[in-house]
């Protein structure tokens, strides 16, 4: 079933207003007509049934009817990626919101070459996969900042998933075996890796956790992908303890 997200509160029979491009891909893309069903959700009243109540060539009006799966949150999870190029970062964004990511933070470092991204369309990227995915949420994307300046902002309490290519850090299996299940980033340097000294100022943060990710340099997006992976397999919401997506979601 189509899922889409609004920004609009959900309660029962609210009519909600959607805007000229939604509207397209409810019915012209995906062909829905007056009285059609859809899911929708925004982040923040769990995931409604809700009925497609007018067209017109301004928009729509979404009547939500009733609830299906209540609010829940992800693991407190966010990913702190250097700007790689383009089309890489933005396979980036939508795998980290099929991951389950909370947020991604866009990082400069030494040896990144772009120094902005398109942060609206990153979002638009990670709304639409959380549209796919059956998230709840979507996964905010924080516009470009300098390392050091990411690094002292990570509020106390958070633990860092330092990628370091470099060689001697713990295979990352081990490393997060029996860790602390609370909130994590992971950290994923530009193409060019990340320059000695800040692989040094990183590995001296005391809620720093240097891991491998195998014998193998990965691409950006592989090792963005590997470390959520298995972070969701050793800590996250891969170990079976949370509900999966409603039954509405998949068939
Ligand atoms: N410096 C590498 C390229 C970096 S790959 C080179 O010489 O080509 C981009 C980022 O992916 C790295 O900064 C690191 O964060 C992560 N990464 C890639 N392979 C990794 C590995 N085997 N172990 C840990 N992190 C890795």
């Not at 982040?43 to 009733?66: H, M, N, Q, Y």
């Not at 516009?143 to 470099?166: K, T």
């Not at 809620?207 to 590997?226: E, H, K, Y």
Request: glycine residues 8%.
């Amino acid at each position: 079933m189509i899922r889409l997200f609004v920004d609009s509160d959900l309660t029962e029979a609210a009519r909600i207003t959607i805007g000229a491009e939604p509207s397209h891909y409810l019915t012209r893309v995906m062909r829905l007509g007056p009285g059609a069903a859809l899911l929708v959700f925004n982040g923040r009243d769990g995931e409604w049934r809700a009925t497609l109540a007018e067209v017109s060539k301004r928009g729509c009006i979404l009547v939500p009817e009733f609830q299906v799966r209540p609010q829940a949150t992800t693991p407190d999870l966010e990913l702190v990626i250097a700007l790689v190029k383009r089309a890489r970062l933005e396979t980036i964004v939508e795998k980290a919101a099929e991951l389950g990511v909370r947020r991604v933070r866009l990082v400069l470092t030494e040896r990144t070459n772009a120094d902005h991204a398109n942060v609206a369309r990153l979002t638009a990227i990670a709304t639409e996969a959380s549209e796919q995915t059956g998230r709840l949420d979507v996964p905010t994307v924080v516009a470009p900042q300098p390392l050091s300046v990411v690094l002292s902002g990570i509020e106390p309490g958070r633990r860092l998933m330092f990628c370091d290519e470099g060689g001697e850090a713990t295979p990352v299996a081990e490393a997060l075996s029996g860790a602390f299940a609370g909130p994590w980033a992971v950290l994923i340097g530009p193409e060019g890796g990340f320059s000695p000294a800040e692989r040094a100022a990183i590995r001296d943060l005391a809620f720093a956790l240097p891991v491998s990710l195998g014998p193998r340099i990965l691409r950006a997006d592989t090792a963005a992908i590997a470390a959520l992976s298995v972070w969701q397999s050793t800590l996250g919401d891969w170990r079976g303890l949370e509900v999966g997506p409603s039954a509405a979601q998949v068939n």
